[in-house]
C-alpha cells in the first residue's frame, strides 16, 4: 500500500511545480492549458532527477549504489505527453487546474506501477 502513499507524494510533488511556475511567471496563466500541462510533464520528469528523487528511488527499490541516469529528451517529451493525455480527460470531469494537477501526478503513479512502467524504469534507467 506505499504506493498510494508514494502516489500522494508525486501529486503533491506536481501541483508544487505548478504553483511555483504560476507564482514564478505570471504569463504562463494565459497559455492554453494544454500547453501548460505539456510544459508541468517536462518539469516534473526533469526536476525529479535534478532534485534527485529520481535516484532516490533507485537506491530504494534496486540498490543502495544505484543512480538514476539522465532523462532523455525522449523521457521528458513523453512525460509532457501523458500530462496532456490524463489532463484533458479529467478536464472534462473537474474544472479546478489544482486538482487536476494533483490528480495527474497521483493516477499516473498508480496507472505506471500497476502497468510494470516502474519496474522497466528500474531495470533501464537505474545503474
Known sequence: MHYVLEAIIVGIYSLTIYLILINIYKPIKEIPFIILLFILGILKHLFGY?????????????????MATW?????????GIYFIILGMFLSIII??????????????????????LHEYYLNKKCV
Open 50 to 66: 535534478i532534485l534527485g528523487l529520481q535516484t532516490a528511488y533507485c537506491k530504494i527499490y534496486k540498490s543502495p549504489s544505484a
Open 71 to 79: 532523462p532523455s529528451f525522449y523521457d521528458n517529451f513523453i512525460e
Open 95 to 116: 474544472k479546478k487546474k489544482y486538482i487536476i494537477i494533483f490528480l495527474i501526478g497521483f493516477l499516473l503513479h498508480i496507472l505506471f506501477e500497476n502497468l510494470g
